[in-house]
């Protein structure tokens, strides 16, 4: 294919996601009261309104919330069949594999990240008040709370997928993932202390996660390297 027609299918592949897309903000759009029925059931509190242009952002926020989460598949599968051309089968049958994995483990980090900010999180700051204030929460600010706690799990459960894809792209390899180790930690903790509350129990119980999350990252790393490794083996014997 030449430079233009490699244009025209990377413009395919953009109109296939952005139909999805619309599509799947349309869906959350017109179910945005049972989405936002489910986050407020379990609240101790009653949520307000302070002006009319915050029924409009969360319609529009739970919608792309939605959206995202919807095309993130497709917008892999359609990168995917973008650069399907240059892969041998084999690469094409392992890449492919990466792509309900990237799905499950987001909609497995915004479900762990919901849990921790409704089972610890928010029951915490709540405890903090006892009875010092009234309480009045707005709809805007607890849902911006919340979903800055959930999407950064969400965004970070895909450490282990993006390992194995660097791995194989020969960027980085379990050596030095080891090696780094310490520093990782070090990250990864100050992201659980700007997600938790300033609380020494709180801030570990969610920094566990990323580190155990890192460590699979490398046992991933290991595999997807002896794989690569060995491959390598048997093409220069072959040779």
């Not at 100050?190 to 020494?200: A, L, W, Y």
Request: with cysteine; aromatic share 16%; net charge positive.
């Amino acid at each position: 294919m030449n430079f233009t027609d490699h244009l025209s299918e990377l413009r395919k592949r953009i109109i296939w996601t952005l139909v999805f897309f619309v599509a799947f903000f349309a869906v959350g759009f017109l179910n945005v009261r049972t989405i936002q029925n489910f986050f407020v059931e379990e609240l101790p509190f009653e949520l307000n309104m302070t002006s009319p242009g915050e029924i409009i952002w969360i319609f529009f926020t739970i919608a792309s919330i939605v959206a995202i989460a919807g095309t993130l598949p497709v917008l892999c599968l359609q990168v995917w069949l973008f650069i399907k051309p240059a892969l041998t089968p084999k690469e094409r049958k392992v890449s492919l594999a990466y792509i309900p994995a990237i799905f499950l483990l987001f909609l497995a980090g915004l479900t762990f990240g919901y849990v921790v900010f409704i089972q610890m999180i928010l029951p915490f700051l709540l405890s903090l008040n006892d009875g010092m204030f009234n309480e009045i929460y707005t709809v805007e600010r607890y849902f911006k709370f919340l979903f800055r706690v959930t999407i950064p799990f969400a965004v970070l459960f895909e450490i282990p997928i993006l390992t194995m894809f660097l791995t194989s792209l020969g960027i980085v390899n379990p050596m030095f993932l080891v090696k780094v180790r310490k520093y990782a930690y070090f990250i990864l903790i100050i992201i659980g202390t700007i997600i938790s509350p300033p609380d020494f129990i709180l801030q570990i119980v969610v920094a566990i996660p990323l580190i155990v999350l890192y460590e699979i990252s490398i046992v991933l790393s290991r595999i997807v390297f002896r794989k690569k490794l060995k491959n390598h083996q048997e093409f220069m014997e072959n040779d």
